[in-house]
């Protein structure tokens, strides 16, 4: 925390200015609350906010869907979770035009909540609706990717900064879904499922489906540009799969830490069953 001297000695240099200015009314007023925020006692400093699970299911496919389409605007490589839709993209849309990034993300997402069920022998309500968030989260893709078309991606800083960006927004994304209990799009309720049903820390998890996730995608470039072509699957998804399940941790420790999350409406049980 600030030293209160040196509290003191900006209020009286602000004092005294906003004697001859007018104008300086705002800021001293400013100065005078964030004194007693800083200065409050450390029981207030750790008080969390209240942030509705619900709204954090909104912020996940929000974010998600911003991040990912900042990566393949990039063209580092996209992440490794989406990289086997992306293939699927490129390659369908050679022969039918209409056929997006959205469209196969939750393509590819149905059949990814069949295996769940088969893996972990049991179906939940909540896994149905799985299927309404991948379809949410396709078209908000789609939106992003048609307003990050105009964007100049010209040069390499330009690219690095963009595709940087995009990693971190889809991580806090991902930790977003993590904090909610309405079912998220599949690949983060596979992940969930599965370490809660096995008792597995979920960060490990997530970097070993990030993992194989990666090696499915570079088998599915083979098998459609031809052995040794990498389409979407770049240096930037190698990186993506070695960190972004710590990077997400991370992010879900800053949120946990920051946010106290609790259910605005009576909801959960209906998802649980």
Same mark, same amino acid.
């Given at each position: 925390?600030?030293?209160? =001297? ?12 906003? !004697?001859?200015? #007018? ?5 001293? @007023? ?9 200065? #409050?006692?450390?029981?207030?400093? !750790? ?5 509705? $699970? ?6 996940? %496919? ?6 990912? =389409? ?20 490129? !390659? ?6 209409? %056929? $997006? %990034?959205? $469209? ?11 295996? +769940? ?23 908000? +893709?789609?939106?992003?990717? #048609? ?17 940087? =960006? ?18 998220? @799009? ?50 930037? $998804? ?23 999350? #609790? ?11």
């Amino acid at each position: 925390m600030p030293h209160p =001297a040196l509290f003191a000695i900006v209020e009286r240099i602000l004092n005294t200015e906003f !004697k001859r200015n #007018r104008h300086a009314e705002l800021w001293y @007023a400013g100065f005078l609350d964030l004194m007693v925020f800083f200065t #409050r006692d450390d029981d207030f400093m !750790k008080q969390k906010m209240v942030f509705p $699970t619900e709204l954090s299911y909104v912020a996940g %496919f929000l974010f998600l869907g911003l991040g990912t =389409a900042m990566m393949e605007r990039a063209d580092f490589g996209v992440s490794m979770v989406v990289a086997p839709a992306y293939l699927l993209y490129r !390659k369908v849309s050679l022969s039918v035009p209409g %056929f $997006t %990034f959205g $469209t196969a993300e939750y393509t590819l997402q149905a059949f990814l909540v069949v295996l +769940l069920s088969l893996v972990v022998r049991r179906f939940k309500k909540g896994f149905l609706f799985s299927v309404v968030t991948a379809v949410i989260y396709g078209l908000t +893709l789609d939106l992003f990717m #048609r307003l990050l078309k105009p964007v100049d991606v010209s040069g390499f800083g330009q690219r690095l900064f963009i595709y940087a =960006a995009g990693f971190v927004i889809c991580a806090v994304g991902v930790a977003c879904y993590f904090h909610t209990y309405i079912t998220p @799009a599949a690949y983060e309720l596979f992940v969930k499922e599965l370490s809660e049903h096995f008792h597995w820390n979920i960060s490990r998890v997530k970097t070993i489906y990030d993992c194989v996730s990666c090696l499915v995608a570079v088998a599915m470039s083979f098998a459609f540009f031809g052995i040794g072509r990498f389409e979407g699957v770049k240096a930037g $998804t190698i990186v993506c799969a070695l960190l972004n399940g710590w990077l997400i941790g991370k992010v879900g420790g800053v949120l946990e830490n920051t946010f106290e999350y #609790r259910d605005f409406l009576p909801l959960r049980n209906w998802f649980k069953s």
